[in-house]
């Protein structure tokens, strides 16, 4: 039997960061049908560290372990951040905001659902690029300290949650250049240019004209 050496890519930079707002249901539902027409990009960030929230259960039948089966009930993406675009933020966080410029902030609210998207780049020039079409803001930190004779980064974290975006409990979407079905054509700007989905989404984000 033959041998085959492999040597997958490193990972080198993280690259920017997407995140459009989804447009819900009258009744105020998660909609995956719309998001809003723009999305937004940012080249802040410093660090991502995911966790997926996963469970695993053995099925026992005739005295043996039958089977596990694991369900990824979320995912929690904790984004470092130089800086961060305080009117999104506010809108994440579900602020109530003055039209006077009094902003209220605390109270309990329903926070809007958002798709977010990352960059991996890995030496070599591949690519990995994630859409996770159903997030929420579940946590922000905002950290300030005296300014010293040297000037130093004052970063803040935001903890972005991914939920099932549809009945097969998917969480995330992504593309790897690594990978054999790696899209022909296919770049960050058109992968990103609005949430991707579906085959549908995809198909139409790399065709001609798009």
Known sequence: MAIQT??????????????NFNTPTAN??????TYEESTNKCNNIKNISTTENAESVVIKASG???????QNENIDMAVEVVAFDKKDLAKM????????????SGRTSRRPFFA????????G???????????????????????????SEQNDTVTIRAYSYNNEGDKKVYVDSEMDNFPEGLT???FFAKPILTDEDLDAAIAPGA
């Open 188 to 190: 960050e700007e058109k």
């Open 28 to 33: 105020g539902e998660y909609n995956p049908e």
């Open 93 to 104: 966080r579900a602020d109530i905001i003055g039209e006077k410029g009094l902003n209220r």
């Open 116 to 123: 977010f998207g990352k960059v991996v780049k890995k030496v």
């Open 64 to 70: 043996e372990d039958y089977e596990t089966v694991s």
């Open 125 to 151: 020039g591949g690519v990995e690029y994630a859409w996770y079409p159903k997030c929420q803001l579940v946590e922000n930190t905002d950290d300030i300290a005296t300014k010293e004779k040297s000037f």
């Open 6 to 19: 492999k040597k997958p890519m490193i990972k080198e930079t993280v690259g920017g960061m997407y995140y």
